[in-house]
């Protein structure tokens, strides 16, 4: 995994796995909006599982793990998985997953018995086309029409973040919200919306807008006074940050223009070409016509 997919991977991650954008997605994504899970009710679980390679015993690790607890006891077991690419194999992941689950508490590792869902949050810009039921998946083989009674079905359950629907939008309580509403709209996204999570949330839009250097946000907002706990809209904080980078824009490019005709004084200079410097600090044209002459870029 190449630097720049793993720490955008790890930002995807870090964000969802807040309890209130956790519940949320669930609730917005599986339970059509209902507050169906507390995200007080939500405990981390194991993300790695264990199965038989070729040779050994390998690890598999899944983004997200949580259980939901009732009573004290497991209900039920959720494992998210953020995709950025589409991914063809992807049921047969999810068979790993899920069965590694299931192994363990057939071998009593795990004391009670639950239910296992699994789902993908894809990030990637174009459609999910990869195959999301077994069916599908060996729709190619020449198989007997029999034999599909008794292959187990699968399915993925996939939900493609750029490209929901403004019902399901709305249906996001959480920065989530913010997220999904800013990848449908783009850079015209305005919104009054609370922000909770503001050094996550720009890491979240920054990663999913092609960037990845994230690793000043938390400088960033310390210098501008911005703590966690503030009250911010969607509209403060972004205008405040994209106006800061705008401001660090102009100044970089006004010290690299200095730079670039400081090197083309001095070659003017060494060539004994006095008249030409004149001309240069009076007629940008000309000024231009020096740089490509004397390959300054």
């Keep these: ?6 720490k955008k991977d790890t930002v995807e991650k870090e964000f969802v796995s807040f309890p209130d954008i956790a519940a949320d997605v669930i609730n917005a994504l599986l339970y059509e909006g209902k507050e169906t899970v507390q995200m007080n009710h939500l405990w981390p679980g194991p993300t790695e599982s264990i199965y038989q390679g070729f040779r050994k015993l390998r690890s ?8 939901e607890i009732s009573r004290g006891k497991i209900k039920l077991m959720y494992l998210i998985s953020n995709q950025s690419r589409t991914d063809g194999k992807m049921l047969l992941r999810k068979a790993g997953y899920v069965g590694g689950v299931y192994r363990e508490q057939y071998e009593g590792k795990i004391q009670s018995c639950f239910p296992v869902i699994q789902f993908i949050l894809y990030w990637g810009s ?3 086309r990869s195959s999301r039921e077994l069916g599908r998946l060996f729709r190619k083989k020449k198989l007997p029409s029999e034999a599909w009674k008794y ?3 699968l399915k993925l359950h996939v939900f493609e973040m750029r490209h929901l629907p403004e019902e399901t939008r709305k249906l996001f309580q959480s920065d989530m919200r913010i997220v999904v509403d800013y990848l449908a709209e783009g850079e ?9 999570h503001k050094a996550a949330l720009i890491k979240m839009i920054k990663v999913l807008s092609g960037e990845t250097d994230t690793e000043d946000i938390e400088k960033w907002m310390e210098e501008q006074g911005v703590r966690e706990e503030d009250e911010l809209t969607v509209c403060e904080l972004f205008d405040q940050y994209v106006r800061q980078g705008r401001a660090e824009g102009i100044a970089t490019g006004r010290i690299e223009g200095e730079n670039r005709f400081a090197r083309l004084v001095k070659i003017l200079m060494e060539g004994g070409r006095n008249e030409d410097l004149q001309k240069a600090v009076l007629d940008q044209n000309y000024r231009e016509q020096l740089y490509l002459e004397a390959n300054v870029i």
């Design 151 to 153: 292959i187990d079905e």
């Design 188 to 196: 015209k996204y305005r919104s009054d919306r609370k922000i909770r």
């Design 60 to 67: 598999q690790y899944e983004d997200l793990c949580k259980y």
């Design 126 to 128: 174009p459609r999910w």
């Design 1 to 6: 995994m190449n630097q720049a997919k793993e």
